[in-house]
């Protein structure tokens, strides 16, 4: 079992910057090979994939924040990152962390990752 804990989010005008935090909890029996990602949702959107960290170190991510977002890991304090740049207003939703794929072979599929943190806002003005 994986546990995850969000934060960071906040409310910037436009071209502003933030970073997301998730904070990862697990039990000894869960291996520690597993990927992470990070998804959004808008008000009356479907969630969407941002941005993910595949277990070898392979990052991929959205066309649309492809060169503003960062994706990357903090073994050490067990905690995932997305750094966000160049916010843009259609930034604007609620951000969620994800772990652990059911299929190795699908990355943006929201019922294919097994855990999730309860979110964090992310509001982006003009």
């Known amino acids: 079992q994986v546990q995850l804990v969000e934060s960071g989010g906040g409310s910037v005008q436009a071209g502003g910057s933030l970073r997301l935090s998730c904070v990862v909890s697990?039990?000894?029996?869960?291996?520690?090979?597993?990927?992470m990602a990070w998804f959004r949702q808008a008000q009356g959107n479907e969630r969407e994939g941002v941005a993910a960290?595949?277990?070898?170190?392979?990052?991929t991510y959205a066309s649309s924040v492809k060169g503003r977002f960062t994706i990357y890991k903090d073994n050490i304090r067990n905690t995932l990152y997305l750094e966000m740049n160049n916010l843009k207003p259609e930034d604007t939703a609620m951000y969620y962390c994800?772990?652990?794929?059911?299929?190795?072979?699908?990355?943006?599929?929201?019922?294919?990752?097994?855990?999730w943190g309860q979110g964090t806002q992310v509001t982006v003005s003009s």
């Open positions: 697990k039990g000894t029996r869960t291996p520690d090979n597993y990927s």
């Open positions: 960290l595949l277990w070898g170190g392979t990052t």
């Open positions: 994800a772990a652990r794929r059911v299929d190795l072979r699908v990355v943006f599929t929201v019922d294919n990752w097994r855990d």
